[in-house]
């Protein structure tokens, strides 16, 4: 587009930073540009018509014009805000930690529509105690996963091609597993011992387990949180999504660790 160009686009801040006195410079996720960066004058002013629309959380309507690498705000009328979140500490953080690994993984100038979709719904699930709050961060991790391009792949085990196992060794590097037998083989190459059914960068988890993660790989967006798991499978599964999240973005977050602090 050229600059002075008006553009319509929806999206939701992922970041709002306080700039001088009263102004705003937010990260905005929007389905068709990706993250882009949107200037806002006056936004911080208990007077400004853009005090709700331009908050962390908001999903926003936002009229712009562009100027060398910003975007600046004309309109800005709020479609739907998250703000329940705020209501509870750790539901707060996580939606925070969402926002977190949005800001990460997605880029500018790239079509993000899975990413927005999926950071829409995770709040949405959050907000309006749709489940679990563990199964609304792990199904986000690995639905994010999916989104980076680094899909987990539990169809057959890397070593002999089987496409079950009585437990899957997930290797939360590669994203996909080896069955009992291929693990052990491996390891008596490396003269390593079997002791903790987890060996180095493998998590050991059960069928339903590897059933949910391949669930959530391939579910539509809107039937996302629709599957069941044992409380004991659930905390496998919870282990596996965190970890594997973290090792593909290689890097931890601030907001995930308060989470983890207060939820213990
Ligand atoms: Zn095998």
Redesign the pocket.
């Known amino acids: 587009m050229a600059e002075n160009d008006l553009i319509k686009i929806k999206g939701i801040v992922t970041r709002a930073v306080q700039y001088k006195e009263n102004d705003k410079i937010l990260t905005v996720l929007t389905a068709e540009m990706g993250l882009i960066s949107v200037y806002c004058h006056g936004a911080r002013s208990n007077k400004s018509k853009y005090l709700t629309s331009t908050r962390l959380f908001c999903y926003s309507e936002f009229v712009l014009t562009r100027k060398k690498d910003f975007y600046y705000i004309k309109e800005a009328d709020y479609i739907e805000a998250f703000f329940d979140i705020v209501n509870s500490v750790d539901k707060l953080f996580l939606g925070q930690y969402f926002l977190e690994v949005i800001n990460e993984i997605c880029v500018e100038g790239e079509r993000q529509d899975g990413s927005l979709r999926l950071v829409l719904n995770s709040l949405y699930a959050l907000a309006s105690d749709l489940c679990d709050v563990k199964k609304i961060k792990s199904t986000f991790e690995l639905r994010a996963c999916v989104e980076m391009g680094v899909s987990p792949n539990l169809s057959s085990?890397?070593?002999?091609?089987?496409t079950d196992?009585e437990v899957y060794y997930f290797d939360v590097v590669n994203g996909d597993f080896?069955?009992r037998?291929?693990?052990l083989s491996q390891e008596r190459e490396r003269s390593i011992s079997l002791e903790n059914e987890a060996v180095g960068a493998y998590i050991a988890v059960s069928p339903s387990v590897a059933t949910a993660v391949r669930f959530v790989v391939n579910a539509r967006p809107e039937r996302l949180f629709s599957f069941t798991l044992s409380e004991e499978a659930m905390k496998d599964f919870y282990s596996l999504s965190e970890k594997y999240l973290l090792n593909q973005v290689g890097k931890s977050f601030i907001t995930l660790d308060l989470y983890n602090e207060q939820i213990k």
């Open positions: 085990c890397r070593g002999c091609g089987r196992s080896f069955c037998d291929c693990l």
